[in-house]
């Protein structure tokens, strides 16, 4: 795993938004998968700026993002979807027929679930995956558990999960949803490229354990070893487990 050490949060995050442009330039039919959460707004923050400096045209590319809460409808201010919504989708110009999300208010997850990973397989796959990762170790919603699923599924969200995420339901853990629908790991590990994003110290037993630990379900990033081209994109104190790159 590649890692690089960043001196500061926005220092990463203006090099990961010249990187999604320069990807865009090269590719504009670009499938690009998409997180939610606390760290990739300083992203979404400087891909508007190219944007609205002309610099980054978003007409051609697809997005995916990884997953939604259980229960929520897209227009529900918790939803992943409204988060997209507000700190990017309104503005740029991704066309709405191409932006692509797991509906968490679907009558049937198993079908639903289904559909994604079709829509994803038809588009060919994520191009550019960005990724976050969460102080327990979960990609997307692929929480630390006996087994990991590869398809797409209906997560149960762990305690520390629900914690971490409150601040997006007013501070109050009982209103965050109970569960998700997430894409599974077949899906992450497909991307043909992966950037996983993550600062602070709350990251760094997740980071340590992803990059130099054992590959295992109770520490789902640890699976990105696998694949042949992640970048792990630290602060320092994220990677302070880490004795330099390797
Ligand atoms: P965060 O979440 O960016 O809010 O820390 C990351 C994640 O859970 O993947």
């Known amino acids: ?17 010249t990187l999604v442009s320069n990807a865009v330039r090269e590719k504009p039919s670009l499938v690009l998968g998409l997180p939610t959460g606390r760290t990739p707004l300083n992203v979404y923050r400087e891909l508007v700026a190219l944007h609205q400096r002309g610099q980054l045209d978003f007409s051609r590319v697809t997005s995916f993002n990884l997953d939604e809460f259980l229960g929520l409808p897209p227009d529900d201010p918790g939803s992943f979807r409204a988060y997209m919504e507000r700190h990017l989708f309104q503005h740029v110009n991704l066309s709405a027929e191409r932006i692509h999300f797991l509906d968490g208010s679907a009558e049937r997850a198993e079908q639903e679930c289904a559909r994604y990973d079709a829509q994803l397989a038809a588009a060919g796959g994520m191009d550019l995956l960005l990724l976050g990762i969460g102080p327990n170790g979960h990609v997307a919603f692929n929480e630390p558990d006996e087994s990991l699923q590869a398809l797409s599924h209906r997560a149960r969200l762990s305690r520390e999960t629900r914690q971490a995420v409150a601040s997006f339901f007013g501070d109050d853990v009982s209103k965050v949803p109970l569960a998700a629908l997430t894409l599974g790991m077949s899906a992450l590990l497909q991307a043909r490229r992966v950037i996983l994003l993550a600062f602070g110290v709350g990251k760094a037993a997740a980071v340590t354990a992803m990059a130099r630990g054992p590959i295992t379900p109770r520490w789902p990033a640890s699976f990105l070893q696998l694949h042949g081209n992640v970048e792990v994109w630290v602060d320092a104190e994220a990677g302070r487990g880490l004795d330099g790159s390797r």
Not at 1 to 17: D, G, K, L, P, Q
């Open 1 to 17: 795993m590649n890692v690089r050490v960043f001196t500061s949060e926005s220092e990463a995050a203006a090099a990961c938004a």
